[in-house]
């Protein structure tokens, strides 16, 4: 009616604004884009893959921004997470980037021993996944590599009690190109001058394994100078496991430090060298339920299963150890 | 004395053009909009290039399309006042006046007794330091005319001097110009679209029409009904 | 007369205010709140320790030289091309002109992949520059190129548009009274573009400053090389916190300092303008 249109018009403004102004918030608060990082029964397998997603988290966030307002990396600690629709049979598992390979093979697994159950894997370092929880992403599941992160979450109350169990383990190799450009032979070849060697960051879990591993090598057979000299060779700490894969596979670099999971996964893009048992470090894998799960049931089903023969030796195929009880 | 005969296609017409200028001479240059007149002066420039023809200046060949000569813009020595004055608005008085004889590398003592003369003629002398943004529309028009005699052309064109000007100033562009070229005794194109401006200024007036010579004579001589109303 | 119903006067008035206050502040705050938060995660003396960091003070050299030396690189090369550019025709100039508009929309790791296949040791190119024992990839040169390769569309299309909207009349009047065509570029032209370039030159900077994702793919993460200060936050984020904190109020510091300085010395050519 003609009088009260101008009045309406102004109500509908309000509203406009309002839902604006709570939108912007829970925007804010939140922060959830929806960016999926590794939806990962389809591209996990490729290792090449893995690191455009690891790092495109805080770059695709990074297109966006002005540069003088906040610089990217501000906003990538909170990474981008993945807004998933959970349904009771529906698992959300947050899960260390080296299952990447093997995750394909988990999630079909695990749909056929419970069937009407599914499991949909956030893949990325330990150390982004452990922040993203924090700051409170929904998962039910997470699988860490990296025991001091999982003490952490522990400490934290994050974890069911008497959920988190050992899960698996995996040990450190190094990787070269197909075609070994460098001609390394041996791990005393790293300290060659001129070899371009590519690890993790101490940030990341493979990285502290990777130095653990170097200081117990040079402890055992090689020198402290051996040491140092395999340090100058490094080109780039990456941020993920992957990353260091990725460049190793270009034949950007002559060697890269990895999980022997990741070896296995993608062998026929690689030669290695193994490292000694009594001089590698053992990464051990944890599984636990999150509190803020709310499909109990299917979590601790997942659980089961990644404990269970069928999960075991499928890690068992793409390169992880069991843990040894 | 400018002698300059050319064609040139363009969108909506052809050029053809054939006109002589006498040293001490204005010629008042008129038509519709459209119709060629800035064209001209820009061939004349040597701005854009005729498609045939040929332009002498005192003797000299500016362009012939025959033997494929073309001067550079910057070695004609013409002064040329674009319509909108175009005063550099970031430099002085003058530092707009001594421009064209810095850049054509005159001793600094011949700049400065050719710009203080130069502000003397056209009473600019206490907006020296001025920016010539922050100046009048006359005072513009009368930097920018400074400016291109400043460097003693050959030849003097001047795209639609009064179109921004207030009566005052106007007149007092047209007596300037007019001492200026008589004194000087140089070739003078003005462009304008008003028959009024060319009987007071010009000497001579040619109208065209889409391109082509329409009718040429004494201002005074002018036909009523020619020129703008019938050119569409 | 009033049709019947309708607010009275007042309130309308008071209700137009009030919501073009509130979209004020709710943008505001969007904007300030998450940088106001950074300087409360932290104390003045924690703040100032951390300063003295190897890590903060490597990379804070480091992105400072390098965004330094892209942004000269960007303007010597970029100033030239955007004005033939804009002056000239030429078949292929809406390629080009879409190529220069690429990297905003390209995300960075793309970009970064594809400068590592171009350029890296194995690359298109690369492997040439490896033959002469020139490597890229991995270097404080391949921070740079990224930089440039990201942040120059910044420049370009700022430059291209000012020189194109630039009235010729000038420089016309300038080639007239026997200035060369680069000296009436460097005496007319380049004078009155120079704010509109200068905000282009901050916002190019400001992008190589916190360029990421394309600097850890082509040139990697190794501290005093090719460890800037984003990279440097993102690593210290999970590792030394604090670090990751000051490093990123740096950032933020640096923006605001140069917005503020260049905003200062545009403000006296407006004026006169």
Known sequence: MQQTSKAHTLILVSIVCGLLLVSAFIAGCTSSTSQSTTPAPTAAAETTAAPVTNTSAPAAVETTVAPLTTPAPVMATSTPKPVYTYSEGNVVAFTAASLSGVSPKLAADFAKMYPGHSVVFNLDGTQALRTQVQNGAYADVFISASNSYTTELTKGGYFVDGTVKPLTSNYVIVILPANNPANIKSLNDLAKPGVKIAMEDKSVPAGTATVAVLANLAKSTYSQDWNNSVYNNVVTYETSEPGVASKVQLGEVDAGFVYESTYTAGSSKYQAIRIPKSDNYLQTYTIGLLKGSTSKGAAADFETFMLSTVGQQDLKDYGFRPIST | MLEAEFTKKLRDFTMDLSFQVRDGEILALMGNNGSGKSTTLNIIAGLMEPDAGCIRLNGTTLCESARGTHMAIEDRWIGYVFQNAAVFPHLSVRDNIAYGLRARKLPRPEIVKRVVQMMELMHLGDLATVKAGNLSGGQKQRTALARAIAIRPALLMLDEPFSSLDVESTLAVKELTRKIVKEMQIPCIVVTHRVADSNEIGDWAMVICSGKKEWEGRPRDMPEDCTVCRCH | ?273
Do not use: C
Not at chain 3, 129 to 155: C, D, E, H, K, R
Not at chain 3, 158 to 163: C, E, Y
């Open chain 3, 1 to 273: 007369m009033r049709p019947a119903g309708s607010l009275p006067e007042k309130y309308r008035r008071t209700l137009k205010y009030s919501l073009a206050g509130l979209l004020i502040l709710v943008v505001t705050l969007y904007l300030a709140l998450p940088i106001a938060a950074l300087f409360f995660r932290t104390t003045p003396e924690l703040f100032w320790s951390s300063l003295s960091d190897p890590i903060v003070i490597s990379a804070l050299r480091l992105s400072l030289t390098t965004s330094v030396i892209s942004l000269a690189v960007v303007i010597l090369v970029g100033t030239p091309f955007a004005y033939v550019h804009a002056r000239s025709t030429y078949p292929g100039k809406v390629i080009v002109d879409t190529l220069i508009d690429l990297p905003l929309v390209l995300p960075p790791a793309v970009a970064g992949f594809a400068l590592l296949v171009l350029y890296g040791r194995v690359g298109l190119l690369g492997r040439y520059f490896n033959m002469l024992g020139i490597s890229i990839a991995f270097t404080t040169l391949a921070v740079i190129m990224a930089q440039i390769f990201v942040a120059s569309p910044f420049y370009l299309r700022q430059a291209k548009s000012l020189f194109e909207q630039f009235d010729q009349s000038y420089e016309y009047t300038a080639r007239t009274l026997g200035a060369s065509p680069l000296r009436t570029f460097m005496t007319v032209t380049l004078p009155l573009t120079a704010g509109g370039l200068v905000s282009g030159a901050v916002m190019t900077f400001g992008r190589a400053l916190g360029e990421f994702g394309a600097t850890i793919m082509f040139a990697g993460n190794l501290p005093g090389v090719t460890q800037t200060m984003p990279l440097a936050v993102y690593v210290g984020m999970e590792s030394n916190f604090n670090v990751g904190l000051t490093i990123s109020i740096l950032l933020v510091i640096i923006s605001f300092v140069i917005m503020i300085t260049v905003r200062f010395i545009l403000r006296k050519e407006v004026l006169h303008a």
